[in-house]
């Protein structure tokens, strides 16, 4: 769905717990961008320079990205655990975790990326499937997909050189990942105005 420039919020009730409904989650976006199942929001610039912001449940990450097919790593439930485990993922390159809060909730943020230079073509592809994927995580949906009873989805990356900053955070004792990420195209313009949306997160009762 097309966007006008202003402020939007996501209701994630999959992540509601008994008597403790889950904040909203409240983000500003300028124009040209758009809302994308109920789970981001991304500029409607061509590949190269797309810019999007997606919220996350993050269940169990794969141990290699690349070779990706095998047992898994489950994190466990909080900030800490799972910022440990994606801080030493080979081919992502992450930065140090350091403390960090929005909207009044702390965390742990970090950056990683996908080496400029890999060729996806060299990764793994599922059983059936015709693609091979450079994946980062599976996750709780965190929208309705009547389409997908087993209500999981995957994390996965779009091209070499892709960045990814992360904000891990600790909302009313549930976990949420905001993935910032942008496209080695993309101008210092569009980065800032990639932080600008980050920045106007906020969570609403």
Known sequence: MDLKAG???????????????????????????????????????????QLVVSFWNVVDVYANSCHWLGPMIHPGSTVDELTAVLAVRPLRNATAPVAVSIGGYHGKYLEWSVPADIKFSDCDQGPGDTHTWFESWTGVMLWNAPFNPSGTTDRYQQGPGQVDRLWILDVEGRRLVIDATYMPGSTDEDRAVLQQVVDSIAFKP
């Open 7 to 49: 402020t939007y919020a996501f209701a994630f009730q999959l992540l509601d717990a008994p008597g403790k409904p889950f904040p909203k989650v409240v983000l500003r976006v300028p124009d040209g961008w758009v809302s994308y199942k109920g789970f981001a929001v991304r500029s409607l610039v061509n590949t190269p320079r």
